[in-house]
């Protein structure tokens, strides 16, 4: 009849349209987002373009890798970048600082946000007076800023689930641990971790451990936890610092051999211990690529380019292959 | 305690009676009530609790908070508070650890870090005295400068000690003995080191003139000072005090967790030592508190936190169980207290 037909087009456009609904969106937002004149001139006129990259914690311990994917991409493009940002992660000075770099003047922003509602409506003031802004590390969905460089945190959290999952031979029991279980970094990895865990009919995951964040109270949060569970088969961290805790934990009450540990990025002790086989894998996110892309980025839209996404990946480092990074990056040094 | 003098012509029985009333309506026995019914009921609530390696383990987690909170009750009994105890920690275990791995020796390492926090503490005293400046602010003016400055000499950096970034494998050695070592095969050092930290302190505070003076200070300045107590100078003793046992606090926790960063370390922790001293009897408008209570204090911290692990709890009930501690306690001095003056 002639209605079906009608109909069956109706939702065989409606379709189409649906799929291509987020490359319109995005091409919106990269098509609605006008460069301001005054960015226009002073490009035309081959002036340095100034960036700013607002990182939400200058004084944890990605910051100095993050500062040197910037210093990077000064020598690399030759363009007036630094890091910016509040020491502790807080906010309102990230927001004030952007607010104060906007008036100031500014060619392009990348930020990091500490909290993606307080940072929404200052990224939208700047895009809305043609200030171009792509977010790294941490994005800010919720924002129009133009592209996100970083980690893919869910599909980062289930690279952890599978390789502990694997590690541990498909059956075991597990405990996560965290820094800040509410933050929504960790709501995104342990989203995935869970994934992948659930995969496994014969793994269990017991609970997840809030650890806090000084050091000596992750210790003590992991050594209790342990306490309570001492028949656990392996540890899950979700971030940077419960991993060389779970790992020390481990190796001070010879338990190498029995409990796995699966964790991320690259601190200096979790090094050693994937190099002595107490932690079996750590996976690094790579902060330096991070703003160092940014800040590509943003010199890409100021010639006019059209931008994307850019994942920075999930990289797996085990004691097979830490060997390659520790050269590496003693190599950068000199 | 405070002393009870006792008529010489009283019975021995009430001169027991006396005794025990004063036992009973002392403020540590309070906390330590408190205390037991925490322990019982965790006993009963999980077996994971009532072993000796839980208990050592929460031993040591509330040493380095414990050897704070002491030097904190020096600072609250002279009706004064310290807010940079947190950096102070950071920057003088940065700093010796800095030292170690530049390849100095043990001693001078340590010396240099404790006295970087002693000088700290000094300037806190100096500033809330001489300074005219009240201690509250300008120990949270210290925090974000002594932070600061340890966020420049680190650049921000974690700082490692081990041998492969430069340390001498004796001194190393040494120091994480100190940090990670056991006497007797079985108690952790740190435990050991809190334990000394308080037979030493309780001595000095309940047992010698300047503990006297701190009281007096903090009781009335005006009355102490015309008594002819260098009130200033009994001030800034104690200010100093706290940045040395900050300092003491901050180089054993390297030496235990042997890797530090000045954006991370320490931050928050004058929190649960202020709340460790307060629970513990000591008072913010000064002239109260001891040692003993001090202790107490933070075990109760400690154990709440174990126990809120041990039986799986969500860790957000945590902090909002250390806040309702400190509102009972305090809110439970003040109504006993009430009483007591009547």
Known sequence: ?334 | MTPQTLSKNASPATDLKARIGSIIAARETGVLLALLVICVFLTFATSSFLTVRNLLNVGRQISLLGIMAIGMTFVLVSREVDLSVGSTYAISGLVTGMLIVRGSALIPALSAGLLVGMVIGAMNGVLSTYGKLPSFIATLGMLSVVRGAALLITDGQPVTVDTTRGGRSEVVDQFYQLGQGQLFGIIPMLLVCFLIVAAISWLVLAKTTFGFRVYAVGGSEKAARLSGIQVFHTKILTFTLMGLLSAIAGILSLAFLPSGQAGRTGVGLELDVIAAAIVGGASLSGGEGTILGTIFGTLIIGILRNGLVLLSISPFWQTTAIGLVIICAVGIDKWTGLRRSQ
């Open chain 1, 1 to 334: 009849m002639i209605t079906h037909s009608i109909q069956h087009r109706t939702a065989l456009i409606g379709l189409m349209l649906a799929g291509f609904l987020p490359a319109i969106a995005s091409a919106e937002e990269n098509a609605s987002f006008t460069l301001a004149q005054t960015i226009q001139d002073r490009i035309a006129k081959g002036e340095k373009p100034i960036i700013r990259v607002s990182y939400h914690d200058v004084s944890n311990e990605f910051a100095p890798f993050i500062k040197k994917g910037v210093e990077k991409a000064v020598a690399d493009f030759g363009v007036d970048a630094k890091l910016v940002g509040p020491v502790g992660a807080d906010a309102e000075k990230q927001v004030s600082e952007i607010e104060s770099l906007i008036e100031k003047g500014v060619d392009g922003l990348a930020i990091s946000s500490v909290s993606t509602d307080a940072l929404a409506p200052v990224i939208q003031r700047a895009m809305a007076r043609g200030i171009p802004v792509v977010t790294f590390n941490t994005d800010n969905p919720s924002s129009k800023r133009l592209a996100f460089v970083g980690q893919n945190l869910v599909e980062s959290g289930r690279v952890a689930g599978k390789l502990l999952a694997d590690t541990l031979g498909g059956k075991g029991s597990v405990i996560i641990t965290t820094l800040d279980a509410a933050a929504q970094w960790s709501i995104d990895r342990e989203k995935g971790a869970r994934e992948a865990l659930g995969k496994y009919p014969d793994i269990k995951i017991l609970t997840t451990v809030t650890t806090g964040t000084e050091p000596q109270q992750i210790y003590g949060s992991i050594e209790n936890a342990m306490q309570a569970h001492p028949n656990v088969d392996g540890i899950l961290s979700l971030e940077c610092c419960s991993t060389p805790a779970a790992g020390q934990y481990v190796q001070r009450n010879g338990l190498a051999d029995k409990v796995k540990i699966v964790g991320f990025d690259l601190l200096p002790e979790t090094i050693k211990l994937v190099q002595g086989n107490v932690v079996a894998a750590t996976i690094d996110q790579g902060p330096e690529k991070q703003s160092y892309d940014a800040v590509q980025l943003l010199l890409d839209v100021l010639k006019g380019k059209k931008i994307q996404d850019v994942d920075t990946g999930a990289v797996v480092y085990t004691s097979k292959n830490i060997g390659d990074y520790v050269v590496a990056s003693k190599e950068q040094k000199q």
